[in-house]
């Protein structure tokens, strides 16, 4: 997506704002994971398909540790 240029109405000026923010959160993001995977960090040299599974193993992987962790919470408080 692209933001208004030469913002006139205020309704485009919110639309930019909000995409600036959004852009940066997912800047932040991976910023994050590269930091905690350096391999995230440099250009690969293997193959787009094996790339792709390996980024989505890693998310997923995060994603269960996360659901499992916050279970563990929820048990404990109950």
């Not at 994050?32 to 992987?61: N, Y």
């Not at 269960?64 to 919470?73: L, P």
């Amino acid at each position: 997506m692209k933001p208004y240029s030469r913002t006139i109405y205020r309704s485009k000026a919110i639309f930019n704002y909000r995409l600036s923010r959004a852009r940066h959160v997912v800047e932040r993001a991976f910023e994050m994971w590269a930091s905690r995977w350096r391999i995230l960090d440099k250009a690969s040299e293997t193959k787009v398909d094996i790339v792709l599974k390996t980024v989505q193993w890693g998310v997923c992987t995060t994603l269960h540790q996360t659901i499992v962790a916050a279970w563990m919470q929820m048990a404990v408080l109950i």
